[in-house]
């Protein structure tokens, strides 16, 4: 069984630029895709970004492409969301998800495995 844990999280002024962490256990993350989800209680859940199982492969929602970057660190098995350049409208529950293979996806449906989700909230 796959667990991961968000953490990373919290108030952050308009511009800023913090870093989520995305612990997984249970499996290694080489071996399927992470992506990174946020939603808001006015939306629904909404994709953010995802990274392959080799992590060569990465794919961006556009309203956050050229602002954030997702990583892995596979000796930590860890999947990272670099936030950069804040927005008010970036406030948001984030989580971060498994795949049950390794290929990216933006569609919540192919994920089997979910954190509990961090909670950003950034200030103007």
């Known amino acids: 069984q796959v667990q991961l844990a968000e953490s990373g999280g919290g108030l952050v002024q308009a511009g800023g630029s913090p870093r989520l962490s995305c612990a997984a256990s249970g499996r290694t993350v080489s071996s399927f895709a992470v992506g990174w989800f946020r939603q808001t209680p006015e939306k629904e859940r909404e994709f953010v970004s995802a990274?392959?199982?080799?992590?060569?492969?990465?794919y961006y929602a556009d309203s956050v492409k050229g602002r954030f970057t997702i990583s892995k660190d596979n000796a930590r098995n860890t999947v990272y969301l670099q936030m950069n350049s804040l927005k008010p409208e970036d406030t948001a529950v984030y989580y971060c998800?498994?795949?049950?293979?390794?290929?990216?996806?933006?569609?919540?449906?192919?994920?089997?495995?979910w954190g509990q989700g961090t909670l950003v909230t950034v200030s103007s």
């Open positions: 998800a498994g795949a049950a293979g390794g290929a990216t996806s933006g569609t919540s449906q192919e994920y089997a495995y």
């Open positions: 990274i392959n199982w080799s992590g060569h492969y990465t």
